[in-house]
T-cell receptor, first 116, second 112 residues
């Protein structure tokens, strides 16, 4: 079964709306979670690394004020796309790693965001 | 030049064929090598992961790593229509769960 749950799976909203996406680790406590963005027929692009209890680390070119990340507990990270515009429409995917193992990241099922 | 190169395809094969998917990379510090399968509008699903060079087999899937050539492969035997998906290679340096560098993905179509 899924070890990382992402919600919602689909969002359609008007330009200017802020959208929150949740990522939960189900079977382990994740001190680190990752947020990716994927455009059609392209690979995953890492946006930021979410660290429990501290500020997220953003990749170059990703606006911190636009994509707010909160990792308030060991099982939940949220990504908020603030004042979303049509160019923010994309597929957003989170992943989490179990710090007690050397296993690869587990991915959520993604959130398809469409801004009208 | 990208750090990880992967032929985007699409690769179309008949059912039952052996499929070979490949990635090349330039960073010699990569030690962990993963293959993910991604169906349309879904998140990537981990298929195989290996550490350093060598082969690893799991059912119909075999992963190979050749660090001297900076080349990794995924073989799928007796391919099925349900294998039709995009296959992404990914690599990391110090820990399998750390920051991943992805290839661009290869789209595979297995025709009945």
């Amino acid at each position: 079964g899924a070890v990382v749950s992402q919600h919602p799976s689909r969002v359609i909203c008007k330009s200017g709306t802020s959208v929150k996406i949740e990522c939960r680790s189900l079977d382990f406590q994740a001190t680190t979670m990752f947020w990716y963005r994927q455009f059609p027929k392209q690979s995953l692009m890492l946006m930021a690394t979410s660290n429990e209890g501290s500020k997220a680390t953003y990749e170059q070119g990703v606006e911190k004020d636009k994509f707010l990340i909160n990792h308030a507990s060991l099982t939940l990270s949220t990504l908020t796309v603030t004042s979303a515009h049509p160019e923010d429409s994309s597929f957003y995917i989170c992943s989490a790693r179990d710090p007690n193992t050397n296993q690869p990241q587990h991915f959520g099922d993604g959130t398809r965001l469409s801004i009208l | 030049q990208k750090e990880v190169e992967q032929d985007p395809g699409p690769l179309s094969v008949p059912e039952g064929a052996i499929v070979s998917l490949n990635c090349t990379y330039s960073n010699s510090a990569f030690q962990y090598f993963m293959w993910y399968r991604q169906y349309s509008r879904k998140g990537p699903e981990l298929l195989m992961y290996t550490y350093s060079s060598g082969n690893k087999e799991d059912g119909r899937f075999t992963a190979q790593v050749d660090k001297s050539s900076k080349y990794i492969s995924l073989f799928i035997r007796d391919s099925q229509p349900s294998d039709s998906a995009t296959y992404l290679c990914a690599m990391s340096e110090r820990n399998a769960g750390n920051m991943l560098t992805f290839g661009g993905g290869t789209r595979l179509m297995v025709k009945p």
